[in-house]
Structures are given as C-alpha cells and as structure tokens.
C-alpha cells in the first residue's frame, strides 16, 4: 500500500535515477490511512485487471487542466458578452485556482471517509457539471461554474498521484510519465482548440461545454471502480482508519506527527517558490493570448502559441527533475528555469508578435521545469514520506491561494494602465522573488533538521 519512509527518499549524495525520482514525486496523500479489510480486498480484485485503472487514469489526467486552459483564448470575448472589465474577467482563472487551494485539504478527509476511487468519480461529476454550469446564462454561474471546476480539479490534483502510486507500485515512473503527459496533453489541446470550436460551435460557450463531454467519460470510466471499491462495506463504515490505529491492520506503528512545517521556514521557501512559479504559470494561462491579441495577433495564432508554449512545458518537467536528483543543492537550477521564465517574459515587452514562438518556447521550458522542481525539492527536502506528503498539502494549499492573486492583480492593473508594460514589469519581479526563494529551497537541508 503506502510506500515506506524510505522508499523513493534516498539524498541527494546517492543520487536519483530518474524512475525513482518520477517515483518518488507521486506524493501520497493517503500516506497515513490504511484501507477497511473490505475496501483492501476490493481493490486487489481491481488490480488484477489494470486496464480499466489505466483507462480511469488517462482520461483523469487529460480533464485535469483542459477545462481551465481552453478558456483564455476566448476571455475576450467571454468579458465582451457580460460587459466585463479587465479586473472582473480576471475572475474566470482566479475563482478556479481559490477553491484548488480551499479544497485541496479536504481531499483526504473524503477519501478516508468514501474512498479514493468515489472520490475520483465524484471530482469528474463535479468537473463536468462545472463546465456546464460556467455557459448558463447569468454571470453568477459563470463563476459558480468555475467555483464548481476548481473543486473538482483539487480533488484530483491531490489523488491521483497517490492512486498511481498504490497501484502500479513496480510501474510508477511510466505511470508517472504517462499521467503528466495526459495531463499537458489535454491543456494543449484544449487551448489549440479552443478558437475553432468556437466557430465551429456557434460561440465561446459552444467551445468552453464541449469539455464537459470529456469529464463525462472519464468519470463513466470511475463509476464501476467506485461502486467494487465500496461493495461489502457496512453503511457508514469509512472506506479508510488511520495507520496505527487499533483496527489498522498496518505492523509497526509509529508516530506520525512529524515536524511542524509551519514553523519551518525551509517548507515556507519550498511553498512559495510552488506558488510563486504557480503564479506566473496561471497568469499566463490567463492573459497570454489576450497579451498576443492586444498587439496585433489574431485569436486562432495566439491560442496556437499559447498551446505550443503549454506542449513545450513536458520537456522542462522531465528533464530539469531528472537533473536535480543528481545533484546535492538545486540552487542553481532553480535561478536557471526562473531565468528561461524572465527572458520569455521580457520578451513580450520587445517583440510581442515577432518573437512569439521564441517567448512561448522559452516560457515553457521554464514553467515545467519549475513545476518539476517544486516537485522534486519537496522529496529532497523532506525525511520521510510523510513529511513529503504533508508537505505537498501545504505546498496546494498556500500556492493555490497565492498564485490566484496573479489573474486578479495583473487584471487589474492592466485596467488601471490600460498596457501591458506594467503588468509584465510585475511578473519579472516575480521572478526575482522566485530566483531569491530558489536559493533557499534549494540548499543541501531537511525539514526538521537544523542548518550546518
């Protein structure tokens, strides 16, 4: 079930192949539960025909940012049918990313409570309802749709690597693989078609529903595994104890406390740099077509590009993690991928149009490789796989919230500005920021242990 401490957690003077580090970056946030003896037998039946676990997760993983990616190339006009300011519509990616960061600490709750699989199955019924709630009529279920999405996607978010853990413990780096890749995939198709679903669809809500059909089938796909999950357990029995309890059936319990991370300030720099880089990831999610538009592009190039930029992020994310389990302090990778983000950056303030394939390429070899080292520094950083998962949780938690006042700010400030110089000048500040709290992140430490 749940890996050991340290599986998956070996330093960095060992050294990580990459198959342990993809590994190890599958954060359980199931770490500290042990499931019912009936839910147990459940999935072992599961397991034994994986194919319908394969399919659940491929089609998880492409809902898990294709709802939220598909909407700016068609803010626009979105903000033009409710008479929205820059600041208001700003509010289609903020409210998603405020309740990813509200609900991803109920996640474990409910699946001790329901199980991962209904769990799962339930976060694609509220993803797909979601979708189609953000195209009804009234702005207000435009952004109790997006309320809706954000609920779902945190529950996923915080689940799935867990999932793929638990069940394909001698394939987890192909897994691993495979999920990040769906997960990107999804993204960039969405944002690719995003325009010419809107023409073929007859609008921006034709485009932004279409999604809903996706989630739809993936949470068909979760049905039957939540209903086997739960078969035989007694009305009201929680799916899962914790590990150690006395109906546990784990050996050797042990305590589980572990450090107090709010009090660390080396989990406070590993927060914010996932919020920091989260930040600038979702403000481009936001406003990156609407930057190109603005300067003379059309709406079908931009969202092209923007969909290029997403796609280039797998390679940063798999090679830049891969690298930083070889090395002993990840400082200088950290300043290297916020430096590809600020020379992308910089650039829209040059060559905006001209150079677009060049800021988008490099934007997104930055951004993935942040995301990938955020990942990583929270199993380096970290002594037992415990702490790695509170940690995560943490980290969700805090950079969720801190990244959903990028759209608002920058919204508003183009709004007061009525340019993008601005708001771009911010982003590179950012960056700074990210490059100073990379140099703390990234030092050869561990959570709890006291500074050489």
Known sequence: MSPSPREGLTTPAEGLTTEELLSAELIDAEEDLAPAPPVAAARRRLRAHPLLLFVGIVLASLNMRAALAG???????????????????????????I?????????????????TEAVLFGALVLLAGG????????????????????????????????????????????????????MILGATVSAAAAVPLEHALGGWRGSLVSWALLAAIAACAWLPQAVLAR??????????????????????????????????????QITLFMGSQSLIAYVTIAWLPTIFTDHGMSKATAGLVFAFSTLVQ???????????????????????????????????????????????TL???????????????MVLRSGDAHTAARLSGMAQTWGYLLAAAGP???????????????PIVLLLCVCGALVLLGLGAGRDRRIGTPAS
């Open 71 to 97: 909407v700016s190339p068609v803010l626009s006009e979105i903000s033009d049918d409710f008479h929205m300011t820059s600041t208001v519509s700003s509010l289609v990616t903020t409210i998603p990313l």
């Open 99 to 115: 309740f990813m960061g509200v609900v991803s600490p109920l996640a474990p709750k409910l699946a001790r409570r329901w199980g």
């Open 131 to 182: 979708i189609v709630l953000r195209i009804a009529p009234p702005v207000v279920a435009l952004f109790a749709g997006c309320a809706v999405v954000g609920s779902g996607i945190a529950l996923l978010n915080v689940l799935m690597p867990g999932l793929i853990k638990r069940d394909f413990p001698e394939k987890a780096a192909g897994m691993t693989a495979l999920y990040s890749t769906a």
């Open 231 to 268: 078969r035989g357990t007694h009305h009201g029995e929680a799916a899962a104890v914790p590990a150690g309890s006395a109906s546990s059936t784990a050996p050797n319990p042990v305590a589980t406390a572990g450090p107090k991370l709010t009090r660390s300030p080396l989990a406070w």
């Open 314 to 360: 797998m390679g940063g994310s798999f090679v830049v993690p891969t690298l930083a389990g070889r090395m002993r302090s990840q400082r200088l990778l950290c300043a290297v991928v916020a430096l590809f983000m600020a020379l992308g950056i910089a650039g829209l303030l040059v060559a905006p149009v001209g150079g677009a394939w060049v800021w988008a």
């Open 363 to 377: 934007l997104g070899l930055g951004q993935g490789g942040a995301l990938g080292i955020a990942l990583t520094l």
């Open 408 to 422: 608002l700010v920058l919204g508003a400030v183009h709004q007061v500005t009525g340019g993008w110089t601005i």
